[in-house]
């Protein structure tokens, strides 16, 4: 670029990039979803069905009316807490996939927590549920954070095996010493009473689960492009030396985010006992933590993304039901267009700053 | 009363009797149409287990004609099964649902059921009471008649006297099944013994298969199980040349020399007789219970390697069981601690409660509840 004339011209070319920008952070996962659904509609084809019926059936499953969304959005809403225990470490270059045994963890604590309380008033153990879970996740990602810092552990296995850990202190705990003896053929531990659960959104049938999400990512947001701390993660994920170098502290940036993460997913946890199950058990383990990491890698762990990509996921499995009962097809088609979705996406990668109508143009 | 339900037959012109059939009981909407019927499993439905028991059960009911089935599986214990429930109702009509996992219930099932008051749910897993909706309803069969019926094939069949168990998690029902093989087995062979492995969880395949592995290798040369899918347990030991008696399906397909014998459920017979019973407007019977009289039910044809003599004990019991004449859980029996846990003189029948409480293993029983 040549000495540039005035100084508004410059600032319409800033515009114009962070327009350019916008709309490719739009346009490139927009494409990658279609092309996924292309090659989905080939699938379905070769399993002797009518691509178009396919393509009609999940749109109305998933947002064809007002009780489809709820549907959608009641799926969704698990996905946005576990996305983000996995979007907030990645800022750190991070790849946590521990999340389910956060939620896990979480779901637990909340519970035992109501156990301990069980004369409070319904906000008081609310709030209390929601902060135990929160505890809970938070120490279980901080300490393969801890891991990784302190001792050099891959925090991508770590996190993964202290699942399998979670699940067993779960189940430990659930048959044993927090099980309600009238809990007989379904270890469970005692409800936390109707009074007391989560309501759900008014004029609707959504649990508040939702809200929860969608400000903890606005937060998540805030924190990582607005604040000097989300600064410092970035700079670290970047380049961790680089970060060392100008005194960043690595340690507490981790830890941090790690702790943060697991919150997260531990909230997730304490929803589904507090506005679903009303105590926890064996369903609080369905993967939600894994799908999690699904929604993260999808939204390019970027928080404002997580939202419309766990709708996104919450569609297609709110229309999976439709698939099986109209088509014939097995539930795995959902699992192949999932697959489908997310190897599109990765492949889509190499076309930032590659689509032609919105290159800059040499000046 | 095949009327009552067959649209072929108001079609034919029977009309006289079909629509007085038909306006008893059917919501408006659905009394042009086959009234819809969902199912909905946690798991695969061709499981060789717990799910394909199911999903033959409303294979039969659409063999049967004037129904529309719709089926979905994979369907986890959590708002996935309520908006599954909410689904069928809502974008198919579904009139009558059959949520079939024991977890399905409470909450899910019942909510809905107070939310959907015209629709009827009928639930596997005997949960009703009488604090719940009058739509919803629950069954469940005693299935340890036919473990007990296993259990003294495998006693007069066995060479070792040790017999395996692969059990998925010691809660009552599981434990009623496990002892009612190894009260079975006793019968037949005072000495056997079952040696008893929990791998903690539904479906653990290979968890499933190394135990199997591990009682094979102790000398048990006959087992069974009680976990969503036998499949892996049957095929093991198949392979290692043992026996085994099969659960919740017939797998003798998958074991063809060593398959002795089978505890089935009869959901073939029981999911048309509710759907009829349903259409035709009777009341929701909000808690059905039954074994081998009721035909809830049923055993697999015997294998090969059972004798004869082993065939005539377990079909004379299993002709006392449908008759109603017999009782499994008969005082004096000691848990494998030595504890009399039903005293002489005590029958506990069938439809005794303190048996859905059972927490124990009785004697002959290697391991432990924790």
Redesign the interface.
């Not at chain 2, 998690?169 to 029902?173: A, H, L, V």
């Given at each position: 670029m040549e000495a540039s004339p005035v100084r508004i011209d410059d600032s319409a070319a800033h515009w114009q990039d962070i327009l350019r920008g916008a709309t490719e952070a739009v346009a490139v996962p927009v494409l990658a979803v279609l092309a996924a659904l292309v090659l989905f509609g080939l699938f379905v084809t070769i399993a002797g069905v009518d691509p178009f019926d396919t393509y009609s059936l999940m749109y109305a499953g998933a947002f064809g009316s007002w009780f489809s969304w709820q549907n959608t959005l009641t799926r969704a809403a698990p996905l946005i807490l576990t996305a983000l225990c996995c979007a907030l470490p990645a800022q750190l270059g991070m790849v946590v996939i521990g999340g389910e045994g956060a939620l896990v963890i979480g779901g637990l604590a909340a519970a035992a927590i109501a156990m301990a309380l069980p004369d409070s008033a319904p906000l008081v153990l609310q709030i209390a549920m929601a902060i135990a879970a929160m505890a809970a996740g938070a120490a279980w990602v901080a300490l393969a954070g801890g891991l990784r810092h302190w001792r050099g552990v891959n925090e991508t296995i770590a996190s993964l095996l202290l699942v399998y850990i979670a699940v067993a202190v779960f189940n430990q705990l659930v048959e044993g010493v927090l099980r309600d003896p009238a809990s007989l053929n379904k270890p469970s531990t005692p409800h936390i009473g109707d009074a007391n659960m989560l309501t759900t959104i008014p004029g609707t049938d959504i649990h508040w689960g939702l809200a929860y999400g969608v400000i903890a990512c606005l937060l998540a947001y805030i924190l990582i492009y607005r604040t000097t701390f989300g600064f410092g993660m970035r700079v670290a994920g970047g380049n961790v030396k680089a970060a060392r170098m100008v005194g960043l502290p690595v340690g507490r940036l981790v830890l941090v985010a790690c702790g943060l993460a697991g919150a997260a997913a531990g909230l997730a946890g304490m929803v589904e006992v507090a506005a679903v199950h009303g105590k926890a058990n064996a369903s609080l383990i369905v993967g939600y933590g894994y799908t999690g990491i699904l929604v993260a890698f999808l939204a390019r762990h970027n928080p404002l993304a997580i939202v419309p990509v766990a709708i996104l996921l919450g569609g297609i499995g709110a229309s999976g039901g439709l698939l099986q009962r109209r088509l014939g097809l097995p539930d795995a088609t959902v699992l192949v267009l999932q697959g489908l979705i997310f190897i599109a996406i990765l492949t889509s990668e190499v076309l930032y700053g590659r689509l032609p109508w919105l290159k800059r143009k040499p000046s | 009363m095949e009327f009552k339900l067959s649209r072929r037959s108001l079609l034919q012109g029977t009309a006289a009797l079909g629509a007085t059939a038909l306006a008893a009981g059917l919501p408006f909407g659905a009394r042009a149409k086959d009234a819809a019927i969902?199912f909905i499993y946690v798991g695969?439905r061709d499981d060789f287990g717990y799910n394909q028991a199911h999903a033959q059960g409303a294979a039969a009911l659409k063999k049967l004609g004037g129904f529309k089935v719709?089926?979905?599986?994979?369907?986890?214990?959590?708002?996935?099964v309520e908006?599954?429930m909410?689904?069928?109702i809502?974008?198919?009509g579904a009139v009558l649902v059959f949520p079939t996992s024991?977890?399905y219930y409470n909450?899910h099932m019942v909510k809905l059921a107070k939310k959907y008051d015209k629709v009827r749910f009928l639930h596997c897993?005997g949960l009703w009471s009488d604090k719940d909706p009058a739509n919803a309803g629950s069954y469940f069969g005693y299935i340890d008649e036919c473990q007990y019926l296993n259990g003294i094939v495998a006693g007069y069949t066995s060479k070792t006297g040790k017999l395996g168990f692969i059990a998925a998690?010691?809660?009552?029902?599981v434990l009623r099944n496990i002892n009612a093989f190894t009260l079975g087995a006793k019968l037949a062979n005072p000495n056997a013994t079952t040696q008893v492995i929990f791998t903690?969880?539904w479906s653990m395949p290979v968890k499933e298969a190394e135990a199997t592995n591990g009682l094979i290798n102790q000398g048990v040369d006959v087992v069974t199980c009680h976990v969503d899918s036998p499949k892996v347990v049957v095929e093991t030991a198949e392979k290692r040349g043992i026996m085994v008696c099969g659960y919740h399906v017939n797998q003798s397909k998958l074991a063809p020399k060593g398959y002795l014998t089978g505890a089935e459920w009869n959901w073939e017979e029981l999911y048309p007789k509710l759907a009829k019973s349903a259409a035709g407007g009777e009341k929701l019977p909000n808690l059905v219970r039954g074994g081998l009289k009721e035909g809830v039910v049923k055993t697999s044809a015997y294998g090969p390697l059972v004798e004869e003599k082993a065939r005539k004990h377990a079909d004379d019991i299993k002709a006392k069981l449908t008759a109603g004449s017999y009782v499994i859980f008969k005082g004096p029996i000691k848990d494998n601690k030595g504890n009399t846990v039903i005293a002489t003189g005590t029958d506990r029948g069938q439809t005794d409660i303190e048996l859905?409480?059972m927490n124990y293993l009785v004697e002959g029983v290697l391991g432990a509840l924790?």
């Open positions: - | 969902g695969p719709l089926e979905e599986e994979n369907v986890p214990e959590t708002v996935a908006k599954t909410e689904s069928m809502n974008l198919d024991f977890g909450p897993g998690k010691p809660i009552p029902q903690g969880d859905e409480k924790a």
